[in-house]
Nanobody, 121 residues
Framework: QEELVESGGGLVQSGGSLRLSCAASRRAFRGDRMGWYRQAPGKERELVASISNDGVRNYADSVKGRATISRDNAKNTVYLQMSALKPEDSGVYYC???????????????WGQGTLVTVSS
């Protein structure tokens, strides 16, 4: 059974908006932080936005002011709302659940399968 399932990707015109959803297992959602990463062809995966289990949000500089991450605790779902999309926002977007598992700070991460976002110019 998949622990993280993304949806909402697709083809969007430059300047448009979209909302990605990540349906999580109860175990994954109870981690310390949920995040959205993206990976463009030939580039490393990068963090786009994250939200902790107490609601603290962080954003990559490249999406600040254009992205909002939120979580629905009743549905075990995390969302990423993006607007004013640019071609450089294109890539595979991955949902991530992160949990610190011991006092030394060891981390366990779970990844979704990814959803493709293509922004046309």
């Amino acid at each position: 059974q998949e622990e993280l399932v993304e949806s909402g990707g697709g083809l969007v015109q430059s300047g448009g908006s979209l909302r990605l959803s990540c349906a999580a297992s109860r175990r994954a959602f109870r981690g310390d932080r949920m995040g959205w990463y993206r990976q463009a062809p030939g580039k490393e995966r990068e963090l786009v936005a994250s939200i902790s289990n107490d609601g603290v949000r962080n954003y990559a500089d490249s999406v600040k002011g254009r992205a909002t991450i939120s979580r629905d605790n009743a549905k075990n779902t995390v969302y990423l709302q993006m607007s004013a999309l640019k071609p450089e926002d294109s890539g595979v977007y991955y949902c991530n659940a992160r949990t610190v598992v011991n006092v030394e700070g060891a981390i366990v991460e779970v990844w979704g399968q990814g959803t493709l976002v293509t922004v046309s110019s």
